[in-house]
């Protein structure tokens, strides 16, 4: 099994400094260039700190990705919750589009990131600590099923809003990371509002 979890933890300013410095440098390289271009020697002069003092505190790139994708991916859950608080006093499809929506910005923002994070870096997709800060979004299809009630149309709603919680993680995604072409973003997230509200309610909004 491969080493990829931190050395240590930062404790001191100074420490924890660099750890910033190193994730967010490896993070500038990923959006840049890609997972395959990622180094611990690309990423220590990105950071600006010395190859000794990336080593003190990770084994190798993997950990490296492994930390940048927790904290960002945590970021992402942050936005859910706080959505979901949002859209608390909302009708059920404009609380759905506000939190689909809000999420594609979120992960549009920092599209390139992502990109290389969750399509190309793809050892994190199975990493448990990858799976914890994704549960939240892997969860919109439930919670939106739930927040319907005695509204909803589902024959199964626990598996059936499982089913759309990961049907919309994996199309937002792709929604996030669309060139510009013929379907545009505004368009397709319309439409996947509505199909939303109508897997969920039987009908259209």
């Known amino acids: 099994m491969p080493d990829w979890q931190p050395r240590r933890l930062p404790r001191q300013a100074r420490s ?11 993070a500038r390289i990923l959006e840049r260039d890609g997972y395959e271009a990622l180094t611990t020697n690309r990423i220590a ?28 991916l945590e970021r ?19 609380a759905l589009e506000l939190l689909l929506r809000r999420i594609t910005r979120a992960v549009a923002a920092d599209r390139a990131l992502y990109r290389a994070l969750l399509g190309e870096a793809r050892f994190l997709r ?8 994704l549960g ?26 499982w089913l759309i919680g990961r049907m919309l993680a994996h199309v937002v995604l792709e929604l996030a990371w669309l060139e510009k072409g013929r379907l545009s973003r505004e368009r397709l997230t319309r439409e996947l509002v509505r199909l939303t509200f109508r897997m969920i309610h039987g009908r259209d909004p």
């Open 76 to 94: 992402l859950a942050d936005e859910v919750q706080e959505g979901l608080a949002e859209a608390g006093g909302l009708a059920p499809a404009e």
């Open 45 to 72: 002069t990105e950071a600006g700190v010395g190859i000794g003092t990336l080593y003190d505190f990770f084994p190798n790139r993997e950990a490296i990705v492994l930390a940048l994708a927790a904290r960002r």
């Open 16 to 26: 924890r400094a660099s750890v910033d410095a190193i994730l967010e440098g490896a």
């Open 126 to 133: 199975e990493r448990p600590e990858t799976r914890r800060a």
């Open 136 to 161: 939240a979004f892997f969860e919109l299809g439930q919670l939106a099923s739930e927040r319907a009630g005695d509204r909803v149309a589902l024959p199964d709603p626990h598996a059936d809003g």
